[in-house]
């Protein structure tokens, strides 16, 4: 395997990872029904829970500590607002390289839910 091809494996290594990274991002922010959490909901909430859960019956608090778990878990995966600039700032640089080798469309993207405006600051337009 030339040198070549071996740059050009790492290199497709690479931009997998980035596209990977923000897509992860852009699926866990899609809008769905109801209020948007926020970091700061999902604290108060916990801290409701945590009062709950010293005066109810066992079905409940069982309930709540699932809750709490899973509140947990979400208030941990959250991405900050610098880490998502930076996923996207990654994501515009490798995008249309990605998707001219992959045959990627500008409909796909916005299919999945990347915005129209990410994808002209990345070059890849209708």
């Known amino acids: 395997m030339s040198k070549t091809h071996k740059d050009a494996l790492a290199n497709g290594r690479v ?3 980035v596209i990977r990274e923000y897509l992860e991002i852009v699926e866990a922010t899609k809008p769905r029904r109801g ?3 926020t ?3 999902i604290t108060q909430r916990l801290a409701v829970i ?3 859960l010293k005066t109810t019956d066992p079905v409940t608090k069982v309930r709540l500590i699932q809750e709490r778990l899973d509140l947990r878990t979400e208030l941990a995966s959250m991405k ?3 880490e998502v600039a930076t996923a ?3 994501f515009i640089k490798v995008a249309a390289s ?3 080798r992959n045959e990627i469309t500008f409909d796909a993207w916005r299919e999945f839910g990347v915005t129209a405006a990410v994808l002209k600051k990345a070059g890849i337009t209708h």
């Open 15 to 17: 931009e997998g990872r």
């Open 35 to 37: 209020r948007r959490r």
């Open 98 to 100: 990605f998707s001219e």
């Open 39 to 41: 970091a700061e909901s």
């Open 50 to 52: 945590a009062a709950e």
């Open 80 to 82: 900050s607002k610098s």
């Open 88 to 90: 996207e700032a990654k």
